[in-house]
């Protein structure tokens, strides 16, 4: 079954201080990976994407994630966590060839000060 | 720019009643696609409609159902409201119906079934 798991309901962590998030899919083939923030009152908005080619993707704010093959993970990452970055993240999978896209439930961010 | 925006923000209906839900996508944009998020979950899939057509739907009952018009924004309806249905309904318009495009959401629908 095609699935998106985001163990971690929520983190905690100190301004300036490194970031990451975990995500895990269970898919047939490799699909297209993408992560969303979601502040309060807000829409998703989307952070980066992964499509194919390198493994290691840019997005907007600072962010960026790694997808490994081996591990079926494509976590976030950011060096240095600004209050700003609060939020609801989520990620995302969607098959090649469809757009029934699937969400994880989301890892809740708290950036202490 | 206006980016997608939904009507109403928020709602309040009885179990058995009908409710409908509106969207208009980001300009320049001709494919809208809806989800229901239920508290603490990501959101989930409905149907996306392109060229006033559903052309693919997520597992939802027929009470789900929806409308694109020519000016590309569109409409949820959902019958025979349930308690479970309460949830915020999030729509996103992209341009074209591949999924490598980039979604842009609305800021949602928040519906309580009481």
């Known amino acids: 079954a095609q699935s998106v798991t985001q163990p971690d309901i929520h983190i905690t962590v100190s301004e300036g201080a490194s970031l990451e998030l975990r995500c895990n899919y269970s898919?047939?083939?490799?699909?297209?990976l993408f992560w969303y923030v979601q502040s309060p009152g807000q829409g998703l908005q989307l952070l980066l994407k992964?499509?194919?080619?390198?493994?290691l993707v840019q997005g907007i704010k600072g962010f960026e994630a790694e997808f490994k093959r081996s591990q079926s993970s494509f976590n976030l990452r950011k060096p240095s966590v600004h209050w700003s970055d609060a939020a609801e993240y989520f990620c995302a999978v969607v098959g090649r060839g469809n757009n029934d896209m699937r969400f994880g439930a989301g890892t809740r961010l708290t950036v202490k000060p | 720019d206006a980016g997608v925006t939904q009507s109403p923000t928020h709602l309040i209906k009885t179990r058995g009643q009908q409710v409908t839900l509106r969207c208009s996508p980001k300009s320049g944009h001709d494919t809208v696609s809806w989800y229901q998020q239920a508290l603490g979950q990501g959101p989930q899939f409905i149907f996306q409609?392109?060229?006033?057509?559903?052309?693919q739907r997520g597992n939802f009952p027929d009470r789900f159902s929806g409308h694109q018009f020519p000016n590309y924004s569109s409409e949820l309806n959902v019958n025979a409201l349930l308690l479970g249905d309460s949830a915020l309904y999030l729509c996103?318009?992209?341009?074209?119906?591949?999924?490598?495009?980039?979604?842009?959401f609305g800021p949602g629908t928040r519906l309580l079934v009481l």
């Open positions: 409609y392109y060229e006033e057509e559903e052309r």
């Open positions: 992964y499509f194919s080619g390198d493994t």
């Open positions: 898919y047939g083939a490799t699909p297209y």
């Open positions: 996103a318009s992209s341009y074209g119906t591949s999924n490598t495009e980039t979604q842009y």
